[in-house]
């Protein structure tokens, strides 16, 4: 499937007019998704700390979409930073209508082997980063009748995941922060989660060398360990999340809010 090609699944002009920041831009599922959303006529300004992974980006994006492009440098764990960039992003590049809520995983390992200084670096740049940004761009999409959020986190929200505690416990968090917001938030504003099953990125790919020196399993039993508990027998492509997320952005999902949807292949066994 050529998704940014022949198979693209939305209109090329569905976004065109609105602004996207999309944060932990520089790979995987935030690369895919500004990719998605550039596609769709969105101009695009993409986040992550590794300016020069941006750039490049930027291009890429230059050559799908006719939006105008940009970057922002900064680390999601400096609150500063953030209320210092958006600032800018605002003076310089107007309202922006959908945000994208997205960082790095925190490191695998049994919880209990977590000390609570463990917490603070994820439950920055996710939980603490969301609600900064949101903050920061409600008004401004309440002035522009058009806001979408859209936080990228975890299955592990409905089935927490064995061995990764840490990251089970910030996910909850997000999913119930994002929930109480669909209660109060404007109503032309929605803000919903998409939750990633096992996904083709480099997250994944450290995951499981992660497991592999804790277990000694080979990465190759590692996989198929994965791939015997989703129905689609294969990892998720970052740019099928993206449609997701994507379609989560568009007018036409105005009333979808508060949810919390799985890009898992039919992994998760709860309803
Ligand atoms: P990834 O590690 O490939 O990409 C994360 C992005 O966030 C990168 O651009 C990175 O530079 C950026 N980032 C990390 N820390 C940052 C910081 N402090 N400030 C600014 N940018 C920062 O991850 P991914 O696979 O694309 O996953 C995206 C999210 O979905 C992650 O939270 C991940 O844990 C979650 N998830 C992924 C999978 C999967 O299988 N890939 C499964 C479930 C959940």
């Not at 959303?37 to 994006?61: M, Q």
């Not at 960039?85 to 945000?99: A, D, F, K, Y």
């Not at 936080?151 to 061995?163: D, F």
């Not at 119930?176 to 209660?183: F, Y």
């Amino acid at each position: 499937m050529d998704l940014l090609g022949n198979d693209f699944p939305y209109s090329t002009g569905a976004l065109v007019g609105k602004h996207a920041l999309v944060c932990g831009a520089s790979k995987g599922i935030g690369a895919a998704t500004a990719k998605m959303l550039a596609k769709a006529g969105a101009s695009v300004t993409v986040c992550a700390r590794n300016g020069e992974a941006l750039i490049d980006l930027c291009e890429e994006l230059a050559e799908l979409g006719d939006g105008e492009h940009s970057s922002l440098i900064l680390d999601l764990e400096d609150t500063s930073a953030i209320e210092d960039g958006v600032q800018l992003l605002l003076e310089e590049r107007g309202p922006v209508h959908v945000l994208i809520n997205n960082a790095g995983g925190p490191p695998g390992g049994p919880l209990l082997g977590n000390s609570v200084h463990d917490f603070e670096a994820p439950f920055k740049r996710h939980l603490h980063a969301a609600h900064t940004l949101t903050q920061l761009l409600v008004p401004s999409m309440i002035e522009e009748g058009y806001g979408r959020i859209i936080q990228i986190i975890s299955t592990s929200v409905k089935e927490p995941i064995p061995n990764i505690g840490l990251s089970n416990t910030l996910r909850g968090a997000m999913a119930s922060w994002a929930k109480s917001l669909s209660r109060e938030l404007a109503p032309c504003i929605t803000i919903n989660n998409v939750l990633p099953g096992f996904t083709n990125t480099g997250r994944l790919e450290s995951l499981a060398s992660s497991i592999h020196q804790r277990t000694g399993k080979s990465i190759e039993d590692v996989h198929e360990g994965w791939m015997s508990q989703v129905p689609i027998e294969r990892l998720i492509d970052p740019l099928e999340t993206a449609s997701a997320i994507t379609f989560l952005a568009l007018p036409a999902s105005g009333g979808i809010r508060g949810v919390s949807l799985a890009v898992d292949g039919g992994r998760l066994r709860s309803i």
